[in-house]
């Protein structure tokens, strides 16, 4: 079952959840795609409209054509709300085995920087987090993929959504802010 992100809009100092999963999802589309005018807006809508729907199994590509990137759409937001709900801790305990508490919390601080970039009010942890070392980062590349083939993704998709992921982490690439945004 695909997490859901939390609808409430900065009640009681919390952060709308669906903001941040617009942001990092539409960093990760463009990674994906490398164009943010593409349909991404039409993906993010199908997704917070019945997000269980989102899920497909694997595309198949037709014979000799090779897997495209686009194939792997499908999973990125699915798998971004996963990554939120893991950094918050509020998914079951053996789908975060693989991560340690120090990449659990270093993901966390990446994502409240964006939070706090989404939010109109901002916050003070806007500071830059520790990077995910080398390990850090394989072993959430690594829990990002094996959640995207848990969904139906096939293993170059989960890679590539999960990579995309990783990309954005580490570069904090987007964060609202650049042309178009």
Known sequence: MVPVPESAAQEGGRIDEWAVLESLGRDVFTVLCGDTRADYAELFEEFREDPQSVVRPALTPAVASGITVSSALPYLLPVTAWLL???????AVQAVDALSDATREKIARLLRRRRSRTSAEGTNDAATPDPMDADEEQA???????WAESIGADAAQACAVAEAIIRVLRTGEGEGEGPGR
């Open 85 to 91: 709900k893991v950094a918050t801790e509020r998914v």
């Open 140 to 146: 959430a590349r690594t829990a990002l993929a094996a």
